[in-house]
């Protein structure tokens, strides 16, 4: 195959350079990384350290020996477990710290740690210190009121009395609104990262597996390990990337500051998060495969140069959190990444090495191969993207911004099968008794394949596009805040109310927001409950909405200051009204997972 040792010296300097950026940015992020200072002292609290207190604080006071910087973490735990409390605020003269209680602690020993930086944003030590709860109390948790919802702007959160018309936000205008959000400094680079490294990943993937299943030769020609090679580089450097962009989204940090691995611990605390720096890890393992491809064909090796590379595609799968049925999306969408990699993978293989030029048999039983096992990964890409599609929008399609790239995403999809049929057609009539590529059979069949693969990465560009949107089946209620469960809604006819209960769902601290659409007015009071599931030790949570939620409008608890919904499990929801006409009380159930 001789057109693969004529193209060495480009593919050699395509994967120096790659490696060369590569190193560029492991060597910024080494330079980033705090370096070694001496830590903070603590010289003072409130509660002062193994204090005795009757009740919880509302709220804690750290004084430091030395100015404090922009990035402060406080983590406590009580009785051996973790307790969620609110952010740190530093005071003006940068030397105090704040801590908000919004749930009292409970009865017993709690800790609490400050982990703090200096004004350079290096980390800086850590403080600690413990006391002692004598009382027991159900934590309860006052959300604010907010304004009514402008579908022309976006949302904001402020202590005002809601007496207007309830704040039902148009979905289109919420969205459109958040995308063109000027706080989102990394948007543009996150997204062309994850296209980057869909691709890259998808392609390593498809590719090993074209070569198991129908072309096993493969590894034997320099060309193909030069190209596996170079699509891992450049994987391994986009899902890099990916985790410096995603945590400078996620803590609001500089991306300077995020090129630090140590800096993307943060991303842990949600599936995309850990999906993500999961991925980092297995495509930095793939390379144990793309040095030496032909483990991928050792029967003692070939279920882990196999199975590497396929859980790096699954975690795509697993981008999108919230919602209605989460499992099924995340099983869904494991299935929709694998399907899509085995059928993308192996057609950018044909086009970039099988068919770059004439050759022996195998490149027509590589052909062939492909041809046996497009189909069926079509058809489970269809399948499950439909099933994504019904989960996510809601047959919304139409309404906002992401409904209408499903459906243009849908109609390249059938652009797509279409030519892939009319391929495949052609490879079963032309080459059924073929025994060689010839050069223009080669020439012809790129061609085809050329056009699918554009057609799959356009379909990527809309992917990566969507998941900068909010579908319709995760609800946006004008405030910024994605709500995974919206179906809490509780309809009052003796208390003459009506009213929905949001949460953004997960183990942990929930933001809430609760709507009322009815009465206009004369609310006395809105009470929700959260029950815990039978057999646990997790507290009930109470919470309680401000007096000036007194008719239509909405509150708003942040989830910096949520209710500690601790344990996964069947929760119970009940919610108390009080009107003019009475009081009543309803309750669902919703699980927490």
């Not at 001789?2 to 790659?18: E, F, K, N, V, Y």
């Not at 140590?262 to 040095?291: E, N, Q």
Request: net charge negative; charged share 15%; glycine share 8%.
């Amino acid at each position: 195959m001789g057109h693969a040792i004529s193209r060495s010296d480009r593919a050699r300097r395509t994967l120096a350079w790659l490696l060369l950026t590569l190193l560029s940015v492991a060597t910024l992020g080494a330079l980033a990384a705090p370096t070694a200072s001496a830590s903070n002292t603590l010289v003072s609290s409130v509660p002062a350290n193994n204090e005795t207190l009757a009740t919880s604080p509302t709220s804690m006071t750290f004084t430091f020996l030395e100015p404090l910087g922009p990035t402060n973490v406080a983590i406590a735990t009580c009785n051996g477990e973790a307790f969620p409390i609110g952010g740190v605020t530093v005071s003006p003269d940068r030397l105090t710290a704040t801590v908000s209680v919004p749930n009292p602690f409970p009865k017993g020993s709690c800790s609490v740690v400050v982990n703090v930086s200096s004004p350079d944003s290096s980390a800086n030590g850590s403080a600690g210190i413990t006391f002692n709860i004598t009382a027991d109390a159900a934590p309860v948790a006052t959300a604010a009121t907010v304004a009514p919802t402008d579908p022309a702007a976006t949302a904001s959160t402020v202590a005002v009395t809601a007496t207007s018309t309830a704040p039902v936000t148009d979905p289109a205008a919420a969205d459109d609104a958040a995308t063109a959000d000027d706080e989102d400094r990394v948007g543009g680079p996150l997204g062309l990262s994850r296209l980057v490294a869909t691709l890259a990943v998808a392609v390593l993937f498809g590719s090993i597996v074209l070569i198991v299943v129908a072309w096993p030769e493969g590894v034997e020609y320099i060309l193909t390990v030069r190209f596996l090679r170079t699509v891992w580089v450049v994987a391994l450097f986009a899902s890099v990337c990916v985790a410096i962009f995603l945590t400078a989204q996620t803590t609001g940090g500089s991306v300077g500051a995020s090129l630090s691995p140590t800096a993307w611990i943060d991303l842990k605390d949600s599936v995309p998060g850990l999906a993500t720096l999961a991925r980092v890890a297995l495509v930095a393992g793939c390379g144990w495969v793309v040095m030496r491809p032909e483990r991928c064909l050792d029967q003692q090796s070939q279920l882990m140069a196999i199975g590497v590379p396929a859980l790096a595609v699954a975690t795509f799968g697993l981008s999108r959190s919230g919602g209605d049925l989460v499992l099924v999306g995340y099983a869904a969408g494991v299935l929709h990444a694998l399907a899509m990699a085995v059928w993308l993978g192996g057609v950018v293989l044909l086009t970039r090495v099988v068919l770059a030029g004439p050759g022996e048999d195998d490149l027509v039983h590589a052909v062939r191969g492909f041809s046996r096992i497009s189909a069926p990964a079509l058809i489970v890409t269809v399948a499950t993207g439909v099933v994504l599609a019904w989960r996510l929008d809601r047959g919304a399609f139409l309404d906002t911004s992401h409904g209408r790239l499903v459906l243009l995403k849908g109609l390249l999809v059938a652009a797509m099968v279409a030519v892939a049929v009319a391929t495949r057609q052609f490879v079963r009539s032309r080459m059924r008794k073929a025994d060689s590529m010839t050069a223009p059979m080669a020439s012809r069949l790129r061609r085809a394949t050329g056009i699918e693969a554009t057609g799959g990465l356009f379909v990527l560009v809309l992917t990566a596009w969507m998941l900068s949107l909010t579908p319709a089946g995760l609800v946006d209620t004008g405030d910024g805040v994605d709500y995974a469960y919206d179906q809490g809604r509780f309809v009052m006819e003796d208390a003459g109310a009506d009213l929905t209960v949001f949460l953004t769902g997960g183990v942990g601290p929930n933001g809430v927001r609760v709507e009322v659409d009815t009465p206009e007015s004369g609310l006395s009071s809105v009470q929700v409950t959260f029950r815990p599931p039978d057999v646990t030790l997790a507290p009930t949570v109470v919470l309680t909405m401000p007096a000036e939620l007194s008719g239509t409008g909405a509150a708003v608890l942040p989830e910096s200051e949520g209710v500690p919904l601790l344990v996964a499990g069947v929760w119970t929801m009940e919610v108390t009204v009080t009107t003019a006409t009475g009081t009543q009380t309803l309750s669902k159930t919703f699980v927490l997972a």
